[in-house]
């Protein structure tokens, strides 16, 4: 995809390779990809496969370690803790990748490749997870585990084994098993040599937001925000800390700072038999993810399992995707609803955002240089593809102090230049669908956004930065949380009064249930099975 500016004079070079992207856009829909979708079950055929989900992708120079960047993804999401007994393990039969394009083609460059495997001792013995204590991720307690290897693949066919049978942290299955899950989360942090550091397990979910934007945009009349729809539950993340030079063009990160990042998860066809389900044929990519909300937001359900099979040199050929890009609907809804006027014309700043990277060499409506790989000295530009992928400027320092709207706050180090945990992305995206971006002022009528601002759960100051997962932790319908302490002598006790009244209000409703279902039997013993 072309910006705006490119498209315009670009008219029958666009129209030509439309033709090319049609035919693999129907390739898409009618099984010749195999197609599923990514990001928080916004696709239809993903929904039904959340262990290669790829819900969300964060891309930062590290606050605490400024010579490096961290890349964060999370797949699985919506998990509650309690979610036994088998829990939310990766899949074995999965490739799951992060994918840097520093020079601009839109291909990845280096590919970072988790390949898992399982290792349950179980087996016939039992249902549970664990019988007893956990301690340690060798603790003969875990009774099942998983381990995975890490590969960069490089641009050149070089393939380098950068970590081998290391450890995942496992699913947290509550506080009598494990009660003290940092010190498992720690140990599964594993260093990569040379530099750099690796943790596979669960987090506590770091996409704060009020999803009710799906109920006619917070109900018509944003009488339904505040609530963050994401509280209470956990996801499987990959988080990796790797030196800004192994990331940059020809490893030279002060000529060459800008790189574009995304995820994908490659699965192989399941053929199932009773009891059994067998991975067969080759790996078919099902998930991508680059910029929060594409998909959910930009494209229209009908392209919605297309776009997760489609490779990013591919997008400029999806005229029906430019389209949905220069053209959104997003603000087209906010003005019918809201009655606040849609940006008019073509929307090139929407097309710096997501497609090309803020740069003024290409002449878009965003006055600045911030994160284009077309802005590296050692690029050919004649070679530059405009794609979808989250595009980091890794020279920008870490803000001491981040502003949770990024760069329309003037915070250069925050969405969309990379994303960080902290970053309001829903926010910031309905202020740039409205043309913020661009005209350097905050739509007042929409300034309170959600009113979700930040997680419920702190973050970590150090790697993986993520959130501790929430573990034996009870979400209910109207999305509070109950937390649930063990103590020594293994009675449960809850921490929050809410709760405790919810707890016993359950306890009367169970002991009504338990009295009526006593009559019932007595009244079956007596008088047979179709009595009232």
């Given at each position: 995809?072309?910006?705006?500016?490119?498209?315009?004079?670009?008219?029958?070079?666009?129209?030509?390779?439309?033709?090319?992207?049609?035919?693999?856009?129907?390739?898409?829909?009618?099984?010749?990809?195999?197609?599923?979708?990514?990001?928080?079950?916004?696709?239809?055929?993903?929904?039904?496969?959340?262990?290669?989900?790829?819900?969300?992708?964060?891309?930062?120079?590290?606050?605490?370690?400024?010579?490096?960047?961290?890349?964060?993804?999370?797949?699985?999401?919506?998990?509650?803790?309690?979610?036994?007994?088998?829990?939310?393990?990766?899949?074995?039969?999965?490739?799951?990748?992060?994918?840097?394009?520093?020079?601009?083609?839109?291909?990845?460059?280096?590919?970072?490749?988790?390949?898992?495997?399982?290792?349950?001792r179980r087996k016939n013995n039992t249902f549970l997870y664990t019988?007893?204590?956990?301690?340690?991720?060798?603790?003969?307690?875990?009774?099942?585990?998983q381990r995975y290897d890490l590969e960069a693949i490089y641009e050149s066919g070089q393939?380098?084994?950068?970590?081998?049978?290391?450890?995942?942290?496992?699913?947290?299955?509550?506080?009598?098993?494990?009660?003290?899950?940092?010190?498992?989360?720690?140990?599964?942090?594993?260093?990569?040599?040379?530099?750099?550091?690796?943790?596979?397990?669960?987090?506590?979910?770091?996409?704060?937001?009020?999803?009710?934007?799906?109920?006619?945009?917070?109900?018509?009349?944003?009488?339904?925000?505040?609530?963050?729809?994401?509280?209470?539950?956990?996801?499987?993340?990959?988080?990796?800390?790797?030196?800004?030079?192994?990331?940059?063009?020809?490893?030279?990160?002060?000529?060459?700072?800008?790189?574009?990042?995304?995820?994908?998860?490659?699965?192989?066809?399941?053929?199932?038999?009773?009891?059994?389900?067998?991975?067969?044929?080759?790996?078919?990519?099902?998930?991508?993810?680059?910029?929060?909300?594409?998909?959910?937001?930009?494209?229209?359900?009908?392209?919605?399992?297309?776009?997760?099979?489609?490779?990013?040199?591919?997008?400029?050929?999806?005229?029906?995707?430019?389209?949905?890009?220069?053209?959104?609907?997003?603000?087209?809804?906010?003005?019918?609803?809201?009655?606040?006027?849609?940006?008019?014309?073509?929307?090139?700043?929407?097309?710096?955002?997501?497609?090309?990277?803020?740069?003024?060499?290409?002449?878009?409506?965003?006055?600045?240089?911030?994160?284009?790989?077309?802005?590296?000295?050692?690029?050919?530009?004649?070679?530059?593809?405009?794609?979808?992928?989250?595009?980091?400027?890794?020279?920008?320092?870490?803000?001491?102090?981040?502003?949770?709207?990024?760069?329309?706050?003037?915070?250069?180090?925050?969405?969309?230049?990379?994303?960080?945990?902290?970053?309001?992305?829903?926010?910031?995206?309905?202020?740039?669908?409205?043309?913020?971006?661009?005209?350097?002022?905050?739509?007042?009528?929409?300034?309170?956004?959600?009113?979700?601002?930040?997680?419920?759960?702190?973050?970590?100051?150090?790697?993986?930065?993520?959130?501790?997962?929430?573990?034996?932790?009870?979400?209910?319908?109207?999305?509070?949380?109950?937390?649930?302490?063990?103590?020594?002598?293994?009675?449960?006790?809850?921490?929050?009064?809410?709760?405790?009244?919810?707890?016993?209000?359950?306890?009367?409703?169970?002991?009504?249930?338990?009295?009526?279902?006593?009559?019932?039997?007595?009244?079956?013993?007596?008088?047979?099975?179709?009595?009232?």
């Open positions: 995809m072309s910006s705006p500016h490119v498209l315009s004079g670009r008219r029958g070079q666009v129209a030509a390779a439309a033709l090319v992207g049609a035919t693999l856009l129907n390739a898409a829909l009618f099984g010749g990809t195999n197609a599923t979708a990514s990001s928080h079950r916004e696709a239809p055929l993903i929904a039904g496969d959340p262990a290669v989900d790829n819900t969300d992708l964060y891309a930062f120079v590290s606050p605490d370690h400024k010579d490096t960047v961290t890349l964060v993804g999370n797949w699985s999401g919506f998990q509650e803790p309690n979610g036994g007994p088998n829990f939310f393990p990766w899949a074995e039969d999965a490739q799951y990748d992060f994918n840097i394009d520093n020079d601009g083609d839109a291909k990845p460059d280096i590919t970072l490749r988790w390949q898992f495997r399982d290792d349950d019988n007893g204590v956990v301690d340690s991720l060798d603790d003969e307690n875990l009774l099942f585990r393939k380098v084994k950068l970590v081998t049978n290391a450890p995942v942290a496992p699913s947290p299955n509550g506080p009598a098993s494990m009660p003290d899950f940092k010190k498992l989360r720690d140990q599964a942090v594993v260093q990569i040599p040379g530099g750099g550091k690796v943790y596979v397990g669960p987090s506590e979910d770091a996409f704060f937001a009020d999803l009710r934007v799906f109920d006619l945009l917070y109900g018509g009349n944003l009488s339904e925000v505040g609530q963050d729809t994401l509280r209470g539950y956990n996801v499987n993340t990959i988080a990796v800390q790797l030196p800004r030079n192994a990331l940059a063009l020809k490893n030279d990160m002060h000529r060459n700072p800008n790189i574009g990042v995304w995820s994908t998860t490659q699965r192989r066809t399941m053929k199932l038999s009773p009891g059994k389900a067998e991975a067969v044929g080759d790996f078919v990519q099902v998930s991508r993810l680059g910029n929060p909300l594409v998909n959910e937001v930009v494209a229209p359900a009908g392209l919605k399992d297309a776009f997760n099979g489609l490779r990013p040199d591919q997008d400029a050929g999806v005229k029906e995707l430019v389209d949905r890009v220069v053209n959104p609907e997003l603000p087209k809804l906010v003005e019918q609803i809201y009655k606040i006027p849609a940006p008019q014309g073509q929307r090139d700043d929407l097309a710096e955002i997501f497609l090309t990277g803020i740069t003024k060499k290409l002449g878009g409506q965003i006055n600045a240089d911030l994160n284009s790989q077309v802005d590296n000295a050692d690029v050919d530009k004649n070679r530059f593809r405009p794609s979808e992928m989250l595009r980091l400027n890794m020279m920008i320092e870490p803000n001491a102090n981040p502003n949770r709207l990024g760069l329309l706050a003037g915070d250069t180090q925050g969405f969309p230049n990379g994303r960080r945990l902290t970053d309001d992305v829903v926010d910031i995206a309905v202020q740039a669908m409205e043309g913020a971006a661009a005209s350097g002022k905050i739509v007042e009528a929409l300034a309170t956004g959600d009113k979700v601002d930040a997680n419920d759960q702190p973050f970590e100051a150090a790697f993986p930065y993520v959130g501790l997962p929430r573990n034996g932790t009870a979400v209910n319908a109207s999305g509070t949380t109950a937390e649930v302490a063990v103590n020594p002598v293994g009675k449960i006790g809850t921490i929050d009064p809410m709760a405790m009244t919810t707890a016993v209000g359950s306890a009367a409703v169970f002991g009504a249930g338990f009295f009526l279902w006593r009559k019932r039997q007595q009244s079956i013993r007596k008088y047979g099975s179709h009595s009232k």
